[in-house]
């Protein structure tokens, strides 16, 4: 079996049978996309744009966004580049953005959901990283967060292409996402499951609530079933359909979702070696069949002992 390690990480994801699996990093900022392309990543599956602002008061200027977002992007000359808009509110609150009282904020005006009340926002967004793509090499994809309706993506897609971005698509972090991935899929041309974000709103707990830590896995037989649903209704239209959430960088469950139907894996740098080599010991057809096996379990722990004793032992 190849064993691949920081030290030998080519950039390349492949099953033991030669089926590519792009493997590509999250990034924060520049300096994250500095380190992730040192890390040997060919590529960015996430980047989460409302890490640059944090803490900000006001709105960035469109001339400050084009230099943060041309920062990222000259790491990656001529590799893919996705872009997320900005994912403001619950965890992640942008004071020019975010509504300040809301009971409930990760269910409240977040991500996408932000440009209905400030569509210019967005406009300026896109604006900002439609400059950016076109004085860089780096090929742009644009991806919207917080996703639950058809209408949204339809919108995203056209305020995208009005900017001359072509490759819009969603994340897929809520259930109505993932079960509206066939219509939604008909809009724009690609998808990545933000697993965070799915488990949190499928098992209804607090992603970042210690208290109700063991519910919060992407193992929960509930999230698997709607992440094959999700790469089901992507393969109808040939799309692809990634994973950007923390699930991506779980070695045992890499393969699961290969299996799936997940056609690239976006993650931390520092896990990429690691999926590499799961990846490696594993041909397309044992993906298929512990994808197979893992929606047979009722239960996330019998999930996860079931894929460990294969790959495992
Ligand atoms: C997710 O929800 O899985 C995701 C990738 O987005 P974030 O963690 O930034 O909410
Ligand atoms: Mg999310």
Redesign the pocket.
Known sequence: RRRVTAATFDGRGMTRDGTEVELVA?VADPAAAEAAAAAGARGVG?F?TEFCFLGRGEEPSIEEQVTAYRAVLSHFPDRRVVV?TL?AGA??PLRFLTPEHEDNPALGVRGLRTAVAHPDVLDRQLDAIAQAAAAESAEVWVMA?MVATVDEARDFAAACAAHGLEQSGV?I?TPAAALQARHLLAEVSFA?????????YTMAAD?DLAGVAALSTPWQPAVLELVRVACEGGAMHGAPVGV????AADPLLAPVLVGLGVTSLSMTPRALADVASTLAGVSRDECAELARTVLECSTAQAARDAVRERLLT
Request: hydrophobic share 20%.
């Open positions: 999250n996430l989460r997320r994912d965890d992640k967060p994340m972090e990545s499951l933000g697993t965070n974000d799915l488990t949190q992603r950007c959430g923390e699930a």
